[in-house]
């Protein structure tokens, strides 16, 4: 391990306050205090939305929604181009602000806002495709045709560890598809929040004639979500998290009919097949363990290892963990920057102990002396089965190691955990990667082959299964769980003949 220090060579020396003022967020007050992960400092207090105010922002959606719903979507696509050009011309201070927040190294915090500039091109586009279909009638002289109507309020739920690049997913199809959004950011990192409001608001300025109330903001706790999510006026809840919060939110949601998009914990795995490209898999393994400090919920938590490989493939990636530099994400170089708080660090700790309860073998996994701020050696553990731990998502840079004999026991391994997020295999065998990807192959929303779990592209759809949640945000057709559906039937014809040749003649 490399240690880098806050003051290493190289590192961004400028201080919270110049970064919140660049991002245009000097001198704000209020109670919630907002601390740095790169050292645990407080870098700036923010006013907090009690719950009671739910209520009426999402009337002022209400009323944003009877004007925006009545928008041309092309339209409504012209205020996401603009957010787009906004987002472009900030990425760096926005970027900058994500390390400082999330404790993403730069490029990663760079990345997050090249993953909201990527949603808003690809909504743009979608805001002339809003495609619905025409339907063959039974009947002579009608016509049948499905229509996608825009919705309703959409509220927001966004996790720390991808503070503004979620909020994007979902706010740039709901703005094209007709609908308000009420965002409720993480309270650990709302000041990326309201430097993307900032940004948010010079498009709406250049666009001019949006409705007051279409975008919102509410930093706070869990009681602003749960009010939310029990409001009758929000008609879609798109809920990124635990799945514990998941667990909270989604009946809620279901007892008034809601719509929910649900976004929750990932226990990702990759197979190493016997053939694998060990380069390519070590790579891969490294970026997908370790990138994000192991706190994106597409983190490689599970490598499922042939026991052919596995000796070579768990020495080769001590090796590479050996060589990690981890310390100030801002300093060029550093790959591990810290995870988002104490308790996180506590967490994995806790969890690096149940494992050696459990059989494992820990190989690195320990706090970081002399850095402030709850900086963590990535861990790798070798498990003799997977037990409980294993079963369970820790936010962390934990790789739990297992290995197998024939690939229906791998298969089976990965799909034996209660999360269905991410998958992958690295294999260059085409039955095996066909298989993974088959019906009796991966259980998750994402499979992959010769590459990670994690780091996907826009233009699929995201979300995974069982206690991830079912919900999909961003790319391919997602767009419809932000619009009704709406199937019309035109009679042209001067006769009225009914459907299933029933006759009702009177
Ligand atoms: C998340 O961690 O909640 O696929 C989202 C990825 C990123 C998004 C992760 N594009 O890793």
């Given amino acids: 391990m490399r240690l880098i220090y806050p003051q290493a060579k190289g590192a961004s020396m400028r201080t919270a306050a110049e970064i919140l003022a660049a991002n245009g967020l000097s001198g704000l007050t209020g109670d919630w205090p907002v601390r740095s992960p790169l050292d645990g400092a407080e870098i700036a207090r923010v006013p907090l939305t009690p719950p009671e105010a739910v209520p009426a922002a999402v009337a002022r959606a209400q009323a944003a929604f009877a004007a925006w719903r009545a928008v041309p979507a092309p339209r409504r696509g012209e205020l996401v181009r603009l957010l787009g050009e906004e987002l472009r011309a ?121 409705p007051e109330g279409l975008a919102q903001c509410l930093i706070g706790g869990a009681g602003i979500g749960a009010a939310l999510a029990a409001d009758p006026g929000v008609a879609i809840v798109s809920a990124t998290g635990s799945t514990r919060m998941g667990r909270a939110v989604a009946p809620v949601v279901a007892a008034r009919f809601g719509r929910a998009i649900l976004e929750l914990g990932g226990n990702n795995a990759m197979i190493v097949a016997p ?134 026991e791998a298969v089976a391994m990965q799909n034996a955990v209660p999360q269905g997020l991410s998958s992958c295999i690295f294999t260059l065998n085409l039955r095996e990667a066909e298989a993974f990807l088959g019906p009796e192959g991966s259980d998750c929303g994402i499979a992959n082959v010769n590459i990670g779990p994690s780091g996907a592209e826009i233009g699929g759809a995201f979300g995974g299964e069982k206690e991830t949640g079912g919900g999909r945000e961003s790319g391919s057709d997602a767009w419809k769980a932000y619009m009704r559906r709406q199937t019309a039937t035109v009679n042209y014809s001067a006769a009225l003949p009914l459907a299933q040749g029933v006759r009702f003649d009177f």
């Fill in 90 to 210: 900030a990425k760096a201070e926005l970027g900058a602000l994500v390390t400082l927040e999330a404790g993403k190294i730069v490029s990663e915090g760079l990345g997050e806002v090249q993953e909201m500039i990527d949603i808003c091109d690809f909504a743009v586009g979608l805001s002339r495709q809003l495609y619905g279909l025409t339907i063959a009638s039974e009947r002579t002289g009608h016509a049948m045709r499905e229509t996608w109507h825009p919705m309703g309020p959409c509220a927001v739920v966004t996790a720390f560890n991808f503070p503004v690049a979620v909020w994007s997913w979902n706010a740039a199809l709901a703005l094209v598809c007709g609908d308000p959004v009420i965002w409720k950011p993480s309270d650990k990192t709302p000041l990326t929040a309201l430097a993307t409001m900032r940004i948010l608001e010079r498009a709406l300025a250049r666009f001019g004639d949006a």
């Fill in 275 to 408: 053939s694998a490209d060990l380069d390519m898999a070590v790579r891969a393994i490294v970026f997908a363990a370790v990138g994000t400090a192991g706190q994106r919920c597409t983190s490689l938590r599970r490598l499922i290892v042939h026991d052919s490989i596995r000796a070579e493939l768990v020495s080769r990636l001590k090796a590479a963990y050996a060589s990690l530099p981890v310390g100030d994400p801002r300093a060029p170089g550093t790959l591990v920057g810290p995870l988002i708080d104490a308790a996180a660090r506590d967490r994995m700790l806790a969890a690096l102990a149940q494992a050696r309860a459990e059989g494992g073998i820990v190989h690195g996994g320990e706090p970081v002396a002399g850095l402030p701020g709850a900086y963590v050696t990535p861990a790798i553990v070798e498990m003799p089965a997977q037990t409980a731990i294993v079963r369970e998502e820790t936010f962390a840079p934990i790789l739990y190691v297992m290995g197998y004999t024939d690939f229906a």
